[in-house]
């Protein structure tokens, strides 16, 4: 993966300005027709929700998609809408297949290229291109932490990476921060082979693999190496807040007595920021359980873990919550 691979934000291909002033305004009255409520039609007057529309509007499925949306997941419309979505978009044909499949993170994370119109709105929507701007601020974060952790402790530093998919995240800050090769030794952690295999590739192509070991085992079922950095991220984002606490409690193990554990949860902001995505991710069967602020303090602390550390990706959707064991 190179580092310049991540830094593009993919475009919406450029349209006739006049034809697409006509189809905007079409699109508009299409949404005041169908959209009950202010919230619904704001939520769908967002440039890249009207090019959605307007692709969907080629292919019949504008008014259709418009309505469902308005009548929300009980819709009669909606097993229309989500084959027609599967059927159009590789993203939501993974997803619908299984949801959160890290298969689908590769487009959002820039390592594929969209090839149709409804994934080009994935990877470009403010939902989905958060995703990737939390890999970055995820990737940006991870070196200070690092060295901090390696000045007082001077041996090498153990990551464990729970759920990690491919694992781009410690790819990339080793990718970015060839210092810190010598000193890091990372586990991936899935039970997703095909996500490993993308990220054992990735490693062997960078010189890396000597970094990386890959466990294709349930974490629960891994035994610990008491690590200096415990990863879970994307993992509790569908994840009631019970739940979590019970995987945040089970997680304690894999650490040092002094370790950290970075986590991400997907926070309320996202829902009401993004809801025509999330509405889409719905009816894929991607059903987020948004937590606030307070709350994953709360879940932190109840699971044994003190926050000491934050962060947002840019639209305060997802948060990253660093913790040292209680
Ligand atoms: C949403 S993905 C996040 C992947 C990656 N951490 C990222 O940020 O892109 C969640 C990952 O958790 C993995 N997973 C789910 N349950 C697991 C378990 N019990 N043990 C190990 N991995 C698991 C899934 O296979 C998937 O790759």
Redesign the pocket.
Known sequence: MKASSLSSHTQVPPVNTEERLEVQQMICSLIDKHASGQRKATALRNEYAIELIRYLNEEGMAKIFIKAFCQGLKSPLISEVREFFRTHSEITNIICAQA?D?LA?EFLYHMRQPANPIDRYFINCKAGHQIYVRLRKIIQYLPGLIRKIYYSEKRTILVDN????PG??MIGVLLENPDLRPIVHVRN????EN?LKIGEGAAIRHTMKHNFLFVNQ???KVDSREADLVLL???L?PVDLRRSRIILKKLKRFSRQDGHCLFSTVQTEMGQGDPVTDFIMRFSGWQMDYKNHEQVRNLCLESGWQPVDHFYDELGYNQMTLAKLL
């Open positions: 959160g890290p993170f729970i759920g990690s998919g781009h995240d952690i899935d039970v997703d996500a349930d974490f629960l991220i994307g993992f984002c």
